[in-house]
């Protein structure tokens, strides 16, 4: 039976409480959560066959550290372009590609294992591509959360995604150095094969409503172009950004290099590595255990300096290349560090996104932050290999302090009471028949007349109708006082087409309608302010369709 539940089922379900495994009544997130984990359990089974693979067909430490850099280094290179995608198209259909892609690349490169024919470079390649499966999935799944399940319960899926991936992280290690000491690195990559099949067919059977227009989709450049645009407006979502990469590229030292410390410094094997990252591992699951009531004791910009810190403990203990186990309660630091780093950046990027916008968001997210990793591994591996490991963890250990005082620059924020979803009550005005979509571009101009004692309160409220305006597809937005009339004030803004127009419209949400409203007390006629829309022609050569009199030209 297919999992189906909507926004009217949920709605049933009544209240939920802030804890972290509240998402989980919601059957159609359970149940491709639960298929991720299965997944996930696969990918860290290979993650320490193909590392130490890696280590052992390679002696370049360089090698071994791009590694991790070719698995997220396609977050960094196609997240815009997924992102667009997971906004445009039915995000599960997205989900479904994204998933066989990965499908595909793990068994052909456990088929080349298999004959022998894996050299660094094609291990690399594939791992290359199964990343880009990733990169185009994890937009389109993180996007869906927010049409899955209640907006309540949003921080808490956001949340399990790290604690489910990092529970997994604790016993999934410690299994593959287990195959990998026992049967070598090809059954680990066969079963991690076998392990894609889980989501793949848990969002075959599952069903989830998105939000549907019956406008015509965006061009993909339109779409890329303005989740860029919205991105560099939301200052919560730069400074989770700006945040992000930067933990990213000081703390993946930590994973990045963790198999050179065992073969150089703890002349450990596969086993010894397996323990170690189930260290990390454990120290991540019981983070996300207690995330909830973190939570609610401190704000997330001291969650986000105390991950930090908590990371650069990790890497400076391992830096002193200690006992095994001692190593692995550090590294038990460093996972708590990990999770509680990335689930708060990432609940921050999810507040702030409208469901129209939270696709392209979240992938311009992901590429800045894999970008990160993906430097800091390479950074951290040439440390590594011109000068020692050792070097390479104090060095990270010093730039996740510098990463923690940040905060001072780009402190991260949470914000559940912003409602940032679309009213759904614009009418769209009665317009001539030959009005295209992709007519434009549109020019619109809002007059208001504003007493001379009401203009400093005007004025404030403009600011902030120009940023929501903006955010929503507004260009080239001004505000302009009319010289001959002092109290006759104009907006002004204009969209490429008529389709983006009432796209603006109808991504409007309360914040628009409070400020609609507190402009109409300030305006001083009874009637509502005069919205005039008019179409830019073009005055050079003559068009066929100005010829025959088309009051609409389109591209």
Known sequence: MACTMGRAARAKTGPTSAGTFTALRNPTFRSIWLANQVSNFGTLMEAVAIGWLMATISTSNLMVALVMASATLPAFILSPIAGAIADSFDRRKVMLAAQGLMVVS??????????????????????????????????????????????????????????????????????????????????????????????????????????????????????????????????????????????GLAATSILALLPLIVRDELKGGALGYGILMAGFGAGAFFAGLLNSHLKRVMSQERLVTLACIASAACTFTLALVPPLPIAAAALALGGAGWVTAWSGLSVSVQMASPRWIAGRTISIYSAFTNGGIAAGSWIWGIVAEHYSTIWAFEGSAGALLLVALAGFLFPVHERPEVDLDPLGEFNAPAIPPDLKFRSGPIVVKIDYRIPLDSVETFLILMARRRQVQRRVGARHWSLLRDLQEPAHWTETFRTPTWADYLRLNDRLTAEHKELEERLRELHALDIRPDVHLSIERPTGSVSKSSQSGSLFPHP
Not at 174 to 190: D, E, Q, R, Y
Not at 213 to 226: G, Q
């Open 106 to 247: 793990s068994a052909t490169l456990t088929t080349l294992i298999a004959l022998g024919l894996a050299t660094p470079w094609i291990v690399l390649g594939f791992s290359f591509l199964v990343g880009c499966g990733a990169a185009i999935n994890n937009p389109a799944w993180q996007a869906s959360l927010g049409d899955i399940v209640d907006k309540s319960d949003l921080p808490a899926a956001v949340t399990l995604l790290s604690v489910g991936y990092n529970t997994v992280r604790s016993v999934g290690p410690a299994v593959g150095g287990i195959i990998v000491a026992s049967f070598g690195p090809l059954i680990a990559f066969a079963l991690n094969t076998l392990t894609f099949f889980a989501p793949l067919t848990a969002i075959w059977r599952c069903k989830w409503a998105g939000r549907k227009s019956t406008l015509p989709r965006e061009a993909m450049t339109t779409a890329i172009y303005d989740g860029l645009r919205f991105t560099a407006i939301s200052s919560d979502i730069k400074a989770a950004i700006a945040r992000g990469a930067l933990f």
